[in-house]
């Protein structure tokens, strides 16, 4: 069967940095995508990965190992405004997008 | 303003009742998809349309069916709604299907309850 696993929950402080692993067994990779989910709205595009290798943008950066079936996303100088659900998304050999259940991340003051 | 729109924004539901979720994008996306979305697991696709005129089966798609009359517009219809149908419905589009740089937009969400 196919799998997507990521935290359920992680808290960190205000100005720091957080990362959030997925680790995936899928039929076929067609890239991973990592989205970010405020509560009680639509999920939004924050980055994508196909090749191996780190993908900086802003204050985050995706990194994928295709090899390890393990990808992270990092967050960095985090803001209130970063609590939020962050899904992790592989799309398979049909592409189609496998979802994992996402990470909710608090952030303290 | 560019971008998907759903309709109803909720909904409570008799169970045994027909309903239909609307959803609508202008950006001439030709993909669209429809996923539930319930608490402790991912996204999961009930139907997708990969252009006009076709449709596809997801990974939970019993009790729902839909129809891509146009590019625009991809509703989904509970025929007679159960309580296990209570969820958050999202439509998504992408602008192709099949490649592999094919980010999905999402719109804002229908929350459904089935009573």
């Known amino acids: 069967g196919q799998n997507i696993d990521q935290p359920t929950e992680m808290t960190a402080t205000e100005g720091a940095i957080v990362q959030i692993n997925c680790t995936y067994q899928t039929s076929g990779f067609n890239g991973l995508f990592w989205y970010q989910q405020h509560a009680g709205e639509a999920p939004t595009f924050l980055s994508y990965n196909v090749l191996d290798g780190l993908e900086e943008k802003g204050r985050f950066s995706s990194f994928l190992s295709r090899s390890k079936g393990y990808s992270y996303l990092l967050l960095k100088e985090l803001q209130m405004k970063d609590s939020a659900s962050y899904l992790c998304a592989v799309m398979d050999s049909n592409y189609q997008l496998i979802w994992g259940a996402g990470t909710k991340l608090i952030i303290k003051p | 303003i560019a971008g998907i729109t759903q309709a109803p924004t909720s909904q409570i539901l008799a169970a045994g009742r027909r309903m239909t979720l609307r959803c609508t994008q202008d950006?001439?996306?030709?993909?669209m998809y429809w996923y539930r979305q319930d608490l402790g697991l991912g996204l999961r696709l009930i139907h997708y349309?990969?252009?006009?005129?076709?449709?596809g089966k997801g990974e939970v798609p019993d009790g729902y069916s839909v129809s891509r009359a146009n590019t625009d517009d991809f509703p989904l219809t509970l025929a007679s709604a159960v309580p296990s149908q209570t969820s958050v419905y999202f439509c998504?589009?992408?602008?192709?299907?099949?490649?592999?740089?094919?980010?999905?937009?999402f719109g804002p969400g229908t929350r459904l309850t089935v009573l």
């Open positions: 998504a589009s992408s602008e192709v299907s099949g490649g592999s740089t094919d980010t999905q937009y």
């Open positions: 950006m001439r996306h030709n993909a």
């Open positions: 349309s990969n252009t006009a005129g076709t449709t």
